[in-house]
C-alpha cells in the first residue's frame, strides 16, 4: 500500500511539472533602441510606450547595467566575448588592490510593456563579439536595435548582481561555454 501511495504521488508530481513546462511564456510587447533619443523618435511616432517611458527605461537600463553586466578579469578577455572597443573599465568597482576590472559598454536598452499594465520595464543590452546584442546573461539575444516585437516576459528578468564580486578569468569563461553559454537563449527581433 505504501508502495502505491508513493508511486501515486511520483506520478502526480512528475504530471503536474509536465503541465507547467508545456505552458507558453507570456508575451509582451517590447523595443530595443541604441539610446534613449531613438526611443523618443520612435515614441513621438505613436505606440505603446511615451517620452518619459524612455527616459525612466533608460535610466534604469543604465542603473541595471552597473549591477549586472559581466565582469572579467582582462580587456582583452572582455574583448573576446564582446567585440573589440566594446569594454571599458569598471569605475564602479573600487578596486583597491591594483587590479583592473573590464566589462562590456551599454550598447542600448530593451523598453517592454509590463504585463497587466503597469509600466514600462527595461533591460541593457550589450554587444556580442560575432556580432548582435544580448541582455547581460546573455539570455536573450538580439540581431539588431531599433527593433520592436513581441518577446517573453522572463527577458526583462534581472540577472544577478555582478558589482563587487570577482571578475571572470578566462577559465570561468571557458567553463561556462563562452558569454551567455549558460543562460536559456531567447531570440528577438523584426
Request: include cysteine; charge should be neutral; hydrophobic fraction near 40%.
Amino acid at each position: 500500500m505504501k508502495r502505491s501511495r508513493a508511486v501515486s504521488l511520483g506520478i502526480l508530481g512528475a504530471a503536474a511539472f509536465g503541465l507547467a513546462a508545456c505552458q507558453q511564456e507570456e508575451q509582451t510587447e517590447a523595443a530595443a533602441f541604441p539610446d534613449e533619443q531613438s526611443c523618443v523618435a520612435a515614441a513621438a511616432q505613436g505606440g505603446w510606450f511615451t517620452r518619459e517611458d524612455c527616459a525612466a527605461t533608460f535610466a534604469e537600463a543604465q542603473a541595471v547595467h552597473a549591477e549586472t553586466a559581466p565582469r572579467y578579469e582582462s580587456r582583452e578577455l572582455c574583448e573576446e566575448e564582446h567585440g573589440a572597443g566594446a569594454c571599458g573599465g569598471d569605475a564602479v568597482a573600487g578596486n583597491s588592490g591594483g587590479g583592473s576590472i573590464f566589462m562590456p559598454l551599454l550598447a542600448g536598452y530593451l523598453i517592454g510593456q509590463a504585463l497587466g499594465g503597469g509600466r514600462a520595464m527595461a533591460q541593457p543590452v550589450v554587444s556580442k563579439a560575432g556580432g548582435g546584442f544580448a541582455t547581460p546573461t546573455g539570455g536573450t539575444q538580439l540581431s539588431r536595435l531599433n527593433s520592436t516585437g513581441k518577446m517573453g516576459s522572463t527577458a526583462f528578468a534581472k540577472g544577478p548582481t555582478t558589482a563587487g564580486q570577482p571578475p571572470m578569468s578566462r577559465a570561468a569563461v571557458a567553463s561556462r561555454g563562452g558569454f551567455g553559454g549558460s543562460a536559456a537563449s531567447r531570440s528577438v527581433g523584426s
